[in-house]
Nanobody
Framework: VQLQASGGGLVQAGGSLSVSCAAS????????MAWFRQAPGKEREFVGM????????YYADSVKGRFTISRDNAKKMVNMHMNSLKPEDTAVYYC??????????????????WGKGTQVTVSS
């Protein structure tokens, strides 16, 4: 599967932003999808995930209650809406796909496919 993220940008603290990920390939619904992010000088970190059917999500504590992930298997899209953004949310955000069945946080090492990142910058 090939992944293309879009929708990043610049927003003030407290604002909202959405990022999207479009997938190509026949078997999008077979993948657990996730978002990771990487800030300058830091390791890539898990942000949130959504199960194959879209029925379950899981978020890192740092974004829980502020970020919401959804997916549309017919359109082969996964979206993440980010509210109450903070300067510490500034990072490059990556869409990720794994064939493994997960419900919970997982490491970047478990990702099978990455999309190119999209920059999200939150100004104070």
């Amino acid at each position: 599967v090939q992944l293309q993220a879009s929708g990043g940008g610049l927003v003030q603290a407290g604002g909202s932003l959405s990022v999207s990920c479009a997938a190509s390939g026949q078997t999008f619904s077979s993948y657990t999808m996730a978002w990771f992010r990487q800030a300058p000088g830091k390791e890539r970190e898990f942000v949130g995930m959504i199960t194959r059917s879209g029925g379950l999500t899981y978020y890192a504590d740092s974004v829980k209650g502020r970020f919401t992930i959804s997916r549309d298997n017919a359109k082969k899209m996964v979206n993440m809406h980010m509210n109450s953004l903070k300067p510490e949310d500034t990072a490059v955000y990556y869409c990720a796909a794994t064939e493994a069945l997960f419900h919970g946080q997982f490491s970047a090492a478990r990702v099978d496919y990455w999309g190119k990142g999209t920059q999200v910058t939150v100004s104070s």
